[in-house]
């Protein structure tokens, strides 16, 4: 679940993308400039590409970095999965956005798999 603050600032952001929208269709319909409906596009475009980031960067990052963050405490550096925590952990801050929801699902099989070694070997991925 999103946070209310987070809901309530994608909700108007859209809500003036959705008036850009509005206005672009009215400006093709009264035949204005196409240089001003241009405007109206690369603005429109542009508030939907921040609402995707914050939503990106909200929510997909900050569930990447507590993830993270669970797995490099139940592994101390001698789980089989050490090397590639300690890569996720090296390119968490250059990740790019695109990148995010593999990597979240990278860790969450990386996580499984420590689950399951941890079950099987008690007391080896202890601090």
Known sequence: MLPKELTGDLTKRLS??????????KMLDEGKDPD?????????DQGLQKAHFL????????????????????CPGNCPDAQ???????Q?????????????????EIGERLARYTKENPGKSEK
């Open 16 to 25: 003036t993308i959705k008036g850009q929208i509005e206005g672009i269709i």
């Open 36 to 44: 001003q409906i241009l405007n109206q596009f690369k603005a429109a």
């Open 55 to 74: 939503l990106l960067d909200e929510v997909f990052r900050k569930s990447l970095a507590l993830k993270l963050v669970s797995v490099m405490n139940a």
């Open 84 to 90: 590639k925590i300690e890569i996720l952990k090296e």
């Open 92 to 108: 968490f801050p250059i990740l790019q956005d695109n990148e995010l929801t593999h990597k979240i699902k990278e860790i969450n």
